[in-house]
């Protein structure tokens, strides 16, 4: 893929690859250094699970998440589409610890109603979610996303999340819930519209 056309970084002008060999030989070293015996029975063949685990937690960058919604298609809708409680994914840059919880997807088709497939809509989250990230970041680039490949009147991503760095170490506050948003278009210039984004949100089940 050219790196022009990535949303990731490149690094050293390439496109991020993901070295097995490699991630299998900082597993090995984090064992050793926590004072652990790599070579023990029960974690030999630890390095490559853990790696192959972060290959699939880091998905996203490697396949360029704005490419879900390359097909789209015309349909006579100009009102809100919202689909709520995608369950995501994702892991802190700061820690590699998960953070997980759902996310609510929405937006108002442009006048020729350009709309995507409801299931791309999760695919996108999920493939911003396999970064490391920290959940604005993952929150906004999805809302960008969804204003450069459908051209929408709007759109709105709501992320509520539990973070693992939160819950089972430093602070320890299992149940502390981060709730970001990101509005973009008539979604935020117009209180009217956002409020009705917002409470078919908070109103859903
Ligand atoms: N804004 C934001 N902060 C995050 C996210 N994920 C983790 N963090 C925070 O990143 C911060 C990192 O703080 P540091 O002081 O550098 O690291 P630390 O000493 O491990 O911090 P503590 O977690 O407070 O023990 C912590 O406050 C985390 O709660 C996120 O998605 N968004
Ligand atoms: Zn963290």
Redesign the pocket.
Known sequence: MNPTDRTTPSVNGESPVFDQERAEKAVRELLLACGEDPDRDGLLETPARVARAYREMFAGLYTEPDHVLDRTFDEAHEELVLVTDIPMFST????LLS?HGVAHIGYIPNEHGKVTGLSKLARLVDLYAKRP??????TSQVADALMRKLEPRGAIVVVEAE?L??AM???RKPGAR?TTSAVRGLLQSSASSRAEALDLIKGRR
Do not use: K
């Not at 990230?133 to 993952?138: D, K, S, T």
């Open positions: 802190c840059e700061h820690h953070f990230q920290v959940q604005e970041r993952l973070h760095c939160m170490r430093g602070i981060t």
